[in-house]
C-alpha cells in the first residue's frame, strides 16, 4: 500500500514538472535532460524499485526547477534586450549636435542685436 502511495506521488511530481517546464527554449537542453531524469525514476517506481526510483525523480525535480530558472532567467534577459532602444549612430549623435550648436548661436545672436 505504502509503495503505490509513493509511486502515485512520483508519477503526479513527473507531471506536475513536465508542464511547468517551458515548452520551447533558445537552448533547452538541460531543462529536457532533467525531465528525463524525471521520467526515468518515474519508471523505476512503477516498476518496484521504489527508493531508487524516488531518489531519482526527487534529484530530477530539483535540478527541473533550477534548469527552468535559468532558462526563464536567459528568456527575461533576451526580452530585455529586444525592448531597448536602437543605439543612435556617430553620425545621428554628430547631426543633433551640429543642430542643438546652430540654434545657440542663432539665439546669442538674436538677443545680442535685439536689444
Known amino acids: 500500500m505504502r509503495r503505490s502511495g509513493i509511486g502515485i506521488l512520483a508519477l ?8 511547468a517546464v517551458p515548452a520551447r527554449a ?3 537542453t538541460k531543462v529536457k535532460a532533467a525531465k528525463q531524469e524525471v521520467d526515468t525514476g518515474a519508471k523505476k517506481v512503477r ?10 525523480t526527487a534529484k530530477g525535480v ?24 536602437p543605439a543612435k549612430s556617430s553620425w545621428q549623435n554628430v ?6 550648436f ?7 545672436f538674436t538677443k545680442l542685436f535685439s536689444g
Open 26 to 28: 533558445a537552448d533547452d
Open 102 to 108: 546652430g540654434h545657440s548661436v542663432k539665439n546669442f
Open 62 to 85: 530539483g535540478h527541473t526547477v533550477v534548469e527552468g530558472a535559468k532558462y526563464t532567467g536567459e528568456k527575461f534577459k533576451e526580452a530585455g534586450k529586444a525592448a531597448e532602444p
Open 47 to 56: 516498476e518496484g524499485e521504489v527508493g531508487k526510483g524516488v531518489e531519482e
Open 95 to 100: 547631426k543633433e549636435g551640429a543642430s542643438s
Open 12 to 19: 503526479g511530481l513527473a507531471a506536475l514538472v513536465a508542464t
